[in-house]
DNA sequence: CACTAACCGGGGGAATCTCTCCGGTTAGTG
DNA sequence: CACTAACCGGAGAGATTCCCCCGGTTAGTG
């Protein structure tokens, strides 16, 4: 993997500009179909041979690292300025707003927030940021009274990657269905009226299996004749 | 797809020892891969070639009903049975939890109650019964003042497939991880401190096509979506 | 115990997807 | 404008999975 000098050998032009075209079809179409498109297709789309996708990118994890290397990196410092919030509770509020609108516009976003994609750095970075602005912006708001204190950020994570995962498909048919599972799930994390947890919570190694799980779901085909 | 079911000609002994095995093998494999395992490792694991699993059964749905048949039917009778509960509150914890429970334990049902899959009567049945008694446990809890009046059966389903869909995942490193999460999502539908929720809830048609998406991962045909 | 309709398993075609090989093409330079 | 290293796309090998065809086998009957 170690491709660290780059910089000695440029790409000729044609190769640059196959590079970027492969890179903006696969951000349309992970967009429509999330992360686990046939590679094919995007080669495709682009209009040159998976040959060339092949020769422009190590494999699936270093095309998406390319194509979502920049949003990953927006987000990040969305999460950073979320935790400087003076008012927890609605700092948190609005993180998680802002969380759910990326996953219901952005089927590939969904899939890289909601399940344990390997192998793609800026999502690691992407993860421990996520991990510390909930955690942070969780305990400061059970401090200001906002949030029942035995809720962990574990907790949130989880749920949030549960939640994600469902609201591609309520996309479809009512785009704003989010906002109101959201405020449900925000409900339950208030002090009022609250019943104390059973279970412990999940520890962080638990919650990292649990989303590698999520993702290695494949379809259930059940018409195949028609 | 009429399968008349012609009873009039019984199967020969081999033929029905046959159909027994496969029912078992599908049986454990769908426990623990989803009922999306390839037919023919259910073949396999039957000790029979897959051209008898499809003279057998005229495909995945098929399949699907014998196996699960019964104990759809079953968790059919216990929804029946939670709605005469007195405290409704009471019945509709009861039932969810029980729920979760049957989802936790077994992939195969997972799939089935967390997804669109289409083409196994029983499941329509299940799905019919399953809105009904969210639906009348519902109002009976908001008339009695233990559920917030915001809510309706559909969000409910929604949620529960949602979460009942990670819930294999958190189940492999902390099998009664599910309660805790459950727990979370009954306080947010309590009527202590709830706030407005945003955005109508889904209609019965959006949360058709909603489960339908959760299942779907891939992409359709060549084309269009169907 | 011989006969035959029903049954059986293996093998293979078709579709899909990943990744590589190879002969032809082109960008950039002297 | 000629040269060559870099680049290109198509074709295809290999894997996976659904589904059916075909020649051999067996259960049940007279």
Redesign the interface.
């Known amino acids: 993997m170690g491709s660290r000098v780059e910089k000695e050998t440029p790409l000729r032009r044609d190769a640059r500009r196959n590079r970027e075209m492969l890179i903006a079809a696969a951000r349309e179409i992970y967009s429509d ?2 992360v ?3 590679l094919d ?1 995007i080669a495709r789309r682009a209009g040159v041979g998976s040959a060339t996708l092949y020769r422009r990118f190590a494999g699936r994890a270093e095309l998406i690292e390319a194509v979502f290397g920049d949003s990953l990196r927006d987000i990040l410092r969305a999460a950073e300025e979320a935790r400087s919030a003076p008012d927890a509770w609605a700092g948190l509020t609005a993180y998680l707003e802002r969380i759910f609108g990326l996953l219901a516009a952005d089927r590939g976003t969904n899939d890289l927030m909601t399940t344990g994609i390997q192998g793609v750095p800026s999502l690691d970075a992407l993860r421990a940021e996520n991990h510390k602005t909930l955690d942070v912006l969780l305990r400061r708001a059970q401090q200001q009274g906002a949030a ?1 204190p035995d ?1 962990t950020a574990e ?1 949130l994570q ?2 949030l ?3 994600g ?2 609201v ?3 996309t ?3 785009p ?2 989010w ?3 959201l ?13 104390p ?7 962080s ?2 919650l990292g ?6 993702g290695k ?10």
Chains 1, 2 share one sequence.
């Open positions: 179909q999330g686990d498109a046939p297709d029942r809720v907790d989880f749920l990657a549960a939640l995962r469902a591609p498909g309520s479809v048919a009512a704003l269905a906002r109101r599972y405020a449900l799930l925000l409900d339950g994390l208030r002090p009022e009226g609250s019943h947890l059973p279970a412990p919570s999940l520890t190694d638990q299996a649990a989303m590698l799980q999520l779901v494949r379809r259930p085909r059940t018409g195949r004749a028609d």
